[in-house]
Structures are given as structure tokens and as C-alpha cells.
């Protein structure tokens, strides 16, 4: 359910703003519209909603209005165009005291440069936000103090922020921001200012917050590498102020929606992102049950490959079969599978990165079998398709060992042996 929705905004600074609205339908450019009119576009028409509970990272280089739409979300600036509904409320319709308790209960904002006030101590900079909307002192410092604990920093209630490394700071930031217990979180380059090794500690930490506290948290950011990490969804804004694309990671990296985009994309390590269930691909299945060596042969005849997934009714993997040993079988007059089974297939979950099953890829004969949180069989990927996602290259693709070849010298060999 969606919590924050964003219709059609504009905020475009300067003389008359309205006018240049037009301007940017017809396709003008910023530039153009800034020499024409004097105005300065920061947001450009965009469109979206904010699902409850979800981490939606904004993301977008500097000047491409991620500061202004921030403004705007807290009516800090008024938009020039478009609507911004919270809980289904347009805030401009809001009067001073629907808006008040939107700033002080619904939403708490995160700084980059900590907003700390230098002559209190922490828990006096936490006790603020309560202080100022009239919480009784007992009870504001109790969860003052719960929200300490909660980032990690008890035992530091009374330093002085000067005491306090930035990433600690920050953590009072965010301390402060949660004492309200508020349904919104909003993050304005909140690790910015931190050093990488911080940076990625308090990201990570943030991460673990978020899965027992379930707010619904907006990320400002313009490092795309803290995007694709954090949010749920991204939104890219380009230097335009428009929102690009707006996705998952995983649709971000892999279905990059215009050229801005792709070249954005282009520099990370998709591997460590892309995962299993996007790679895989579903394949014929044998069954345990009602399936013997018969059936197999014609399988794999028909697929042209030369093994094939083995599977009980309920889609449970019981093993995988070769084209050799199905050919054995036949010639034993068998009429199941059961004996030669081969069990020690490699497996991954969905949500595997394809950069963790490279080594696996190059060991295994076989593709990995992707099982899902329900047990089930979901598919396979192929050595093939983890190589060419590791090295971004698709000439690396090898034709996967499908070989009916393989099949005939199988053939071959069992006839062979029965002479
Ligand atoms: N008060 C203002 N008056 C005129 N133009 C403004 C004003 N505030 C922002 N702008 C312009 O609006 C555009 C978006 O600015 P904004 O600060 O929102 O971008 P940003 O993505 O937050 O950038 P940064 O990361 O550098 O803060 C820019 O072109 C900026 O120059």
C-alpha cells in the first residue's frame, strides 16, 4: 500500500515559474529554458508512489533536484505544479497544525552534516525532537534512551558531540530522528559525510535496523553504489530533474531504461547484484515417480541435452541423470531411475548473488539447479550464463554441454559393451 504519492510535480525556481511548464512539455531543454526565461527547473514532471514499510532510495548527480524534492516532501518550498499526498492527504491542502504534526510525528529527517546541537550531550541532542513537541521529561528521556541503544551507542549518553567520531555522531542523528517513532524516515545524504569504511558500516547497520523496525524510509543519495545497496526501489533522477527509471536494482542494472541510466550503470559490479532466479532458466524435468530410462533417453534426444533434472511430483530435486548412465540402464533393462542417480548437484537459492556461484559454475559438470524457499525446483543456471554475467561479456557465452553427440558416442559405447 502505497504511504507518500507524488503527482505530476514540478518545482521550477524563478520569475513566473509556471510559464516555462509548457516549455518543458514542447521538449525544451533546461538550458534553453534558463536562457529563455530565467528559470531553473529542479523537478520535472515526476510521478511516483512510496510503498509502506519500503526503503525508496532518490538518486540523482548534484543539481538534479533531489534536495528540492526533499524540501518539498516537508513543504519546506511550495511545488510549482503537482501534488504530494501522505497517507492520501495532499500536503498543500494541510493547515499549520495538520502540517506540524506531520513534521514532528509523521516524519524525521536525517542530515548529512548531523544537525547535532554542539553544547548538548547525546542524550539531550536525542530528547530534542520529544522536547520540542511537548513530551513530559520522563518520558521523552526514556525514549531518548531506547533509541540510543537501538543505534549502538550506550554508554555515550553523556558525551558531547565534539567527543564523537562522525560516524557516532551520525548515529545520534538517527537516534534523535527515531525517538519520535515516526512513520517516515527521511535521509538526506545521511552517510555522505563518512568515511567509506563508516560509510559502509552505518549502510549495513541501517539495513539491520530496517528489518526489525519496518519504517518506511526515503534515501537521498547520489552514489549509486549506496542505492542499489539500501533501496527496495530507486528512483534515478537525470540532470534534467526527470525522473529516469524508477526500479528495483536488480531491474535497474539489468533493464537500464535510457542511455543516462545505462551509463550510470555501467561501472558497477553487476555480479554482486544480479542473483540466481535472474539468470535462471526453467528446463524440461524428469519424474522419479513414472519416469524410467526410456523416457529419459527421449528427453534428452528431443531437448539435445545430455543430462537431465530429476524431479518428484511435488517439484522437489531428487537428482540429476546423464545421458551414460540412462543408456547403462536402458541396457540393464531397468525401469527406473533410482540407482543412478547422481545426487550431489549443486544448488543455490534465488536470492544468490551469480558472482558467489562462479567457483561453484567452474567445478560443477552440471548447471546449478536454483531451488526455491519452498524446496521447489525453479531451474537451472547454466556455467555459460554466470561467465558471461561475471565477465559482462556475452561472446564468453559457450554453448552449454548440450551435445547429441554426447548422446551418440553414449550410444555407441553401451553398444559396444554389449558385444
Ligand atoms: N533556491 C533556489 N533558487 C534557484 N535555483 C535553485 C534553488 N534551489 C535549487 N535550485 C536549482 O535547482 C536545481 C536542483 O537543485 P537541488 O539542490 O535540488 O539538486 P540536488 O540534486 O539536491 O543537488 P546537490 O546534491 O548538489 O545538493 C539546480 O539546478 C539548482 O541550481
Redesign the pocket.
Known amino acids: 500500500m502505497s504511504l507518500v504519492e507524488v503527482k505530476d510535480l514540478y518545482k521550477i ?2 520569475p513566473n515559474p509556471k510559464r516555462a511548464i509548457p516549455l518543458i512539455k514542447d521538449g525544451m531543454s533546461k538550458t534553453d529554458i534558463k536562457k529563455k526565461t530565467g528559470c ?1 527547473i ?1 523537478i520535472n514532471g515526476a510521478t511516483f508512489s512510496i510503498d509502506k514499510k519500503e526503503t525508496f532510495v532518490v538518486m ?10 526533499i524540501r518539498c516532501l516537508n513543504k519546506l518550498i511550495k511545488p510549482t505544479a503537482g501534488a504530494i499526498l501522505v497517507d492520501g492527504k495532499d500536503i498543500m491542502q494541510m493547515d499549520s497544525e495538520e502540517l506540524q504534526e506531520l513534521r514532528r510525528r509523521k516524519m524525521s529527517m536525517v542530515f548529512q552534516n548531523f544537525g547535532l546541537l554542539p553544547h548538548r550531550n547525546v542524550v539531550n541532542n536525542v530528547e530534542f525532537g520529544l522536547e520540542v513537541s511537548g513530551v513530559d521529561k520522563e518520558t521523552r528521556r526514556q525514549k531518548a534512551l531506547d533509541a540510543i541503544k537501538l543505534v549502538g551507542l550506550d554508554g555515550f549518553e553523556f558525551s558531547m558531540p565534539r567527543e564523537l567520531s562522525g560516524g557516532m555522531q551520525q548515529r545520534v542523528g538517527l537516534a534523535r530522528a527515531l525517538a519520535n517513532d515516526p512513520e517516515i524516515l527521511l535521509m538526506d ?1 545521511a552517510f555522505s559525510a563518512l568515511d567509506p569504511l563508516i560509510r559502509t558500516q552505518m549502510q549495513d547497520e541501517l539495513l539491520e535496523l530496517q528489518a526489525k523496525m519496518h519504517k518506511t524510509i526515503i534515501f537521498i543519495t ?1 552514489d549509486l553504489d549506496e542505492a542499489l545497496k539500501l533501496g527496495d526501489r530507486i528512483a534515478i ?1 537525470g540532470p534534467d ?1 526527470r525522473v529516469r527509471q524508477i526500479g528495483t536494482p536488480e531491474q535497474i542494472l539489468s533493464d537500464p531504461a535510457d542511455d543516462y541510466v545505462k551509463k550510470f550503470v555501467q561501472n558497477v559490479d553487476r555480479t554482486k547484484v544480479i542473483t540466481a532466479s535472474s539468470v535462471k532458466h526453467g528446463c524440461p524435468t524428469l519424474n522419479i515417480q513414472k519416469d524410467g530410462p526410456e523416457a529419459a533417453l527421449r528427453l534428452m534426444e528431443k531437448e539435445h541435452i545430455s543430462h537431465a533434472f530429476v524431479v518428484d511430483s511435488e517439484r522437489v530435486l531428487q537428482g540429476i541423470v546423464s545421458v551414460e548412465d540412462a543408456v547403462e540402464l536402458k541396457k540393464q533393462k531397468k525401469k527406473d531411475l533410482t540407482e543412478i542417480l547422481t545426487h550431489n548437484v549443486y544448488t543455490a537459492g534465488p536470492e544468490t548473488a551469480v558472482s558467489d556461484l562462479l567457483a561453484t559454475a567452474l567445478e560443477s559438470r552440471f548447471p546449478i539447479a536454483v531451488i526455491g524457499d519452498d524446496n521447489k525446483f525453479h531451474g537451472i543456471v547454466d556455467r555459460a550464463a554466470i561467465i558471461a554475467e561475471v565477465t559482462n561479456d556475452d561472446e564468453e557465452a559457450e554453448t552449454p554441454t548440450v551435445l547429441s553427440e554426447v548422446m551418440e558416442q553414449a550410444e555407441h559405447d553401451a553398444e559396444a559393451g554389449q558385444e
Open positions: 525556481f524563478g531553473t529542479a540523482g548527480l548534484s543539481g538534479s533536484g533531489k534536495s528540492t524534492f545524504e547520489h533522477l530533474g
